[in-house]
């Protein structure tokens, strides 16, 4: 397990149960998967519907690390071009050679006429997988992930400056407040479209990882940890609302019929859901970060890239072979989605985790 749990080399802020929670982030999208399937990894409870609150769980996850590498950086760097260039070779290199692989493998599965294949691209739907303007099924997440890549520096760079400027934590709470407010009247939830790779409609959810990444700064410079009972009321009613929200669930409370797209447009309520939670495993109580520490979860959250690209058509594959009728049916998938992203962090994935801009030589 050391082979997919090593620290990579240089990373000062690599958090084990970050990891964890990536791990819980796909875990979520599975299972909502496995549910449409009718294969339910809770017995008796239909997780149909959660994925995409997984998913934005994965934009709140990015936006927090992202911003809170650059806001560590000192002022001076900033101006460095290295810093910059860095940041784009790193980001290229996280989404780019598994995609490609994918898309490529699609395309050529397609014109060999597999029909099987989850992915059906043909030329033109290629190009546009390309260009970042269309996504099949979980393929949407990426134009959008990586667009945000783009704006992510002018975001840390103003939370930069409002460090910088200090004017106290009611002042900065309100323009956050008013940031978020902004991000959700331009991009009204309502106008958005399933499984929309347009980024506008999420952005309010990067937005609530990135000011989690000035909250935990501001924890961490402060040096007095909260009192623990304000991480037992936030984490009992983060967990409460999640579990509401589960569509099942909701019907069960409210009586309503079950809609699996319920919650899908609640994109201001899972990023300050999700952010909430990150802070409270980071600053809260030990229990609740643990087990977000264990190496499975870990591992998991270590190759979740893999297993979110990977793990429909290894669905597909064992429906086939008519696998959902196998005795502990949610079990085989989930370990054979788990295998398959393994194998394909390995190849895919882990070449490229080190790379970085070599560092200049020191004059003289």
């Not at 990882?209 to 000035?214: E, F, S, V």
Request: contains cysteine; hydrophobic residues 55%; charged residues 15%.
């Amino acid at each position: 397990m050391d082979l997919f749990l090593g620290r990579p080399s240089g990373r000062k802020d690599h958090l084990d149960a970050l990891d964890g929670l990536r791990g819980l982030a796909v875990l979520v999208v599975l299972a909502s998967h496995l549910s449409n399937r009718g294969m339910h990894l809770v017995p008796g409870l239909s997780l149909s519907g959660i994925g995409k609150s997984g998913v934005y769980l994965f934009f709140v996850l990015s936006a927090f690390l992202l911003t809170r590498i650059l806001m560590d950086r000192k002022p001076a760097q900033y101006r460095q071009p290295r810093l910059w260039l860095d940041y784009a070779l790193r980001r290229i290199l996280r989404i780019w050679p598994l995609y490609l692989v994918l898309l490529l493998a699609s395309w050529a599965l397609t014109r060999a006429g597999v029909t099987g294949w989850h992915y059906q691209l043909d030329n033109a739907s290629l190009q546009a997988h390309l260009l970042l303007r269309e996504g099949q099924s979980v393929l949407w997440s990426i134009p959008v992930e990586f667009t945000y890549y783009l704006w992510l520096p002018l975001v840390a760079l103003a939370l930069a400056a409002l460090r910088a400027w200090r004017p106290g934590w009611l002042v900065e709470g309100l323009l956050g407040a008013a940031l978020l407010a902004a991000a959700v009247w331009f991009w009204p939830p309502a106008e958005s479209v399933p499984n929309d790779v347009r980024l506008g409609p999420y952005l309010v959810v990067f937005f609530c990882g990135a000011l989690a990444a000035r909250v935990d700064l501001g924890l961490r410079e402060q040096g007095r940890p909260l009192p623990p009972a304000l991480w037992w009321l936030l984490t009992g009613g983060v967990l409460a609302s999640l579990v509401l929200t589960i569509p099942a669930v909701w019907a069960a409370v409210t009586g309503a019929a079950m809609d699996p797209a319920l919650n899908h447009t609640w994109f201001l309520f899972f990023g300050l859901a999700w952010s909430g939670l990150l802070l409270a495993v980071l600053h809260g109580p030990g229990w609740l970060r643990a087990p977000f520490a264990t190496r499975p979860m870990r591992l998991v959250g270590v190759v979740s890239f893999s297993l979110y690209l990977w793990h429909m058509p290894v669905l597909d594959g064992l429906r086939a072979v008519g696998a959902e009728a196998w005795p502990l049916a949610p079990l085989w998938p989930l370990l054979a989605s788990v295998a398959a992203a393994m194998l394909s962090y390995l190849a895919f994935e882990r070449p490229w985790r080190d790379v970085r801009l070599p560092r200049p030589k020191a004059a003289g």
